[in-house]
């Protein structure tokens, strides 16, 4: 059963920083991609940073250099590093994980139920 936590959000100034965790109850090297979304009210989920089985990161374009995906491995943890944060930044961050499992192989999506980043002076 693949459960991912999140964990780390909350409250921050513009300007400021925050880094998010992902944990996962399984292995996350057995997962063939790990990426954090985001939904801001009123606004559909939406890409903010990816990482694959190899170590390949990809970021929505308005977060690079802002933020940064990690993982650590031996914690089964993913991390989402944001420094420079902006009100705009105000969100629920989701932690996803793409398993391929089965015979037939078939791609399943997991999430975490998500944490609160507030960007507010």
């Known amino acids: 059963q693949v459960q991912l936590v999140e964990s780390g959000g909350g409250l921050v100034q513009p300007g400021g920083s925050l880094r998010l965790s992902c944990a996962s109850s399984?292995?996350?090297?057995?997962?063939?991609?790990m990426g954090w979304y985001r939904q801001a009210p009123g606004k559909q989920r939406d890409l903010v940073a990816g990482?694959?089985?190899?170590?390949?990161?990809n970021y929505a374009n308005s977060m690079k250099g802002r933020f940064t995906i990690s993982r650590d491995t031996a914690k089964n943890t993913v991390y989402l590093q944001m420094d420079s944060l902006e009100p705009e930044d105000t969100a629920v961050y989701y932690c996803?994980?793409?398993?391929?499992?089965?015979?037939?192989?078939?791609?399943?999506?997991?999430w975490g139920q998500g944490t609160q980043v507030t960007v507010s002076s």
């Open positions: 996803k994980a793409n398993l391929i499992q089965g015979w037939p192989p078939r791609a399943y999506d997991y």
């Open positions: 990482i694959t089985r190899g170590g390949s990161t």
């Open positions: 399984v292995s996350i090297s057995s997962f063939n991609a």
